[in-house]
């Protein structure tokens, strides 16, 4: 029952400690070096040399598929090789050339991918397909596991070939008219974009990762909303500004007009109460002064009795 016990803690401690592995990767050559780890104890030392060896990661590693084959450097040199998609012309050069090479093949799903590349710079292009690896390591003829180093591959007399054709399922539609770029993601955190060979085929010149990008599309806003646009501060400063001197233009117009509509009116009041008054008082010029004049009546006498002449008696 104690054994039982103790095994079981054992396994649960290893899981979460791969747990923390998986969740602690911030970075592809973290990746790239636990893979290296993976593969090198799940090597069998009986396959036979150039044969394809698929490894298996634990759970927490989902999404990625790795396989690895071992060469020998002349023969690499002399016949190249295929593994999976990538395509090593005859001439490859491997740097150290060591009796014996560990040739390992990624393919990182397209979580991973989001994940180990979203600190590259691919401002207006997305990924359209995953991103997949080709490194090499030492495996001399004692295949020292214990101290695996990277070598490195360069293309010789021919290209690498690299052939995503069944390697991704979320690439546009060829008679869309948009056609992806290779994108090769250096360990300095640049990327080289270049124009493939042919319709999803890529050509590279030395290791690393490789994958397919094409040109974002327009964010579209949901039904009813408008995309909002950051503004610069200095266009709102200028804005702000001769919206403000616009607006005490107008009201200064509204204001002369308000004080010349208000002068007409007291005008016409003024011209009205002149006028009543002249209809009621005529007015006349007497020289150079407006005088009150009155119409010119006269009484005529009336005698109230009839005269007669004085005659004394």
């Not at 054994?3 to 790239?32: N, Q, Y």
């Not at 490894?55 to 590693?61: D, E, I």
Request: proline share 6%; with cysteine; aromatic share 8%.
């Amino acid at each position: 029952m104690g054994s039982l016990l103790f095994f079981s803690l054992v396994i649960l401690c290893s899981l979460t400690s791969i747990s923390i592995e998986a969740e602690g990767i911030k970075s592809p050559r973290v990746l790239d070096l636990i893979i290296r780890d993976y593969t090198f104890k799940s090597y069998d030392l009986h396959l036979r040399t150039g044969k394809i060896h698929t490894v298996q990661l634990p759970a927490n590693f989902s999404g990625i598929k790795v396989d690895t084959a071992r060469f020998r450097c002349g023969s690499l040199r002399r016949y190249g090789a295929q593994v999976k998609e990538f395509h090593l012309g005859i001439g490859v050069i491997v740097h150290p050339c060591v009796e014996r090479v560990m040739v390992i093949r990624q393919k990182l799903g397209h979580n991973w991918s989001s994940i180990f590349y979203s600190n590259y710079d691919l401002s207006g292009y997305q990924l359209v397909s995953p991103i997949l690896g080709l490194l090499a390591y030492n495996g001399g003829s004692d295949v020292n596991f214990s101290n695996p180093f990277e070598l490195g591959i360069h293309a010789g007399e021919k290209p690498i070939i690299i052939d995503f054709s069944n390697a991704t399922t979320n690439l546009e539609n060829p008679s869309s008219g948009i056609n992806p770029l290779c994108a090769s993601f250096e360990n300095d955190g640049k990327v080289t974009l270049k124009n493939p060979a042919s319709l999803h085929v890529c050509v590279a010149t030395r290791h690393g990762h490789y994958g397919l990008v094409i040109k974002s599309p327009p964010l579209l806003p949901p039904p009813g909303q408008e995309i909002k646009k950051k503004i610069s501060p200095w266009k709102v400063i200028v804005g702000s500004t001769v919206g403000s001197a616009l607006a005490v233009f107008l009201l200064g117009l509204l204001l002369v007009a308000m004080f010349v509509k208000v002068k007409k009116k007291a005008r016409m009041e003024e011209m009205e109460r002149r006028a009543y008054e002249e209809e009621a008082l005529q007015v006349s010029m007497v020289g150079h002064v407006r005088a009150p004049t009155a119409a010119v009546t006269r009484t005529m006498p009336t005698i109230e009795h009839e005269y007669r002449p004085y005659r004394p008696s």
